[in-house]
């Protein structure tokens, strides 16, 4: 039973994570999204043009100019083995990046590590639906 009560604390604080992303985003709060961030952070995005991989500083520079319209995230699936996490993020957004405006839902896979006792995102593969 501990073990489940564990299990369960760690998909809620990945889940909380994943909150927390959202809102720094939005409030472009550069401080916590490097926080929640591993320096090698990679973020994959599929779209109907390929794939493109950005780093986390290029992403980080990228993110602040995103205006939002609206931007919802559900958590729907949370894994966690030892020290590895995968959260599932299912959303949508009314964005302008780039000058462009955007408007889709999308599904997001997150891979997180625990190190010194805090999870940070390593890998970000989106695609829209």
């Known amino acids: 039973m501990a073990t489940d009560i564990r299990a369960t604390d760690e998909r809620a604080g990945i889940s909380a994570l ?3 992303w959202t809102a720094a985003l939005i ?3 550069e401080a916590t999204l490097r926080e929640l961030l591993a320096p090698e952070f990679q973020l994959v995005g599929i779209r109907s043009t390929g794939a493109a991989a950005v ?5 980080l520079a990228s993110a602040g100019s995103i ?3 609206d931007f919802v995230t559900k958590t729907t699936s949370v894994e966690v083995f030892g020290d590895t996490a995968l959260a599932t993020v299912e959303g949508h957004w009314d964005i ?3 000058g462009k405006p955007i408007k ?3 599904y997001v896979t997150d ?3 625990r190190r010194d006792g805090r999870w940070q995102v390593v890998r970000r593969h989106s695609s829209p639906y």
């Open 18 to 20: 994943e909150a927390r």
């Open 27 to 29: 409030a472009k709060d």
């Open 55 to 59: 780093g986390r500083d290029p992403w």
């Open 67 to 69: 205006v939002f319209n």
């Open 96 to 98: 302008v990046f780039a």
């Open 104 to 106: 889709e839902r999308f």
């Open 111 to 113: 891979v997180g590590v």
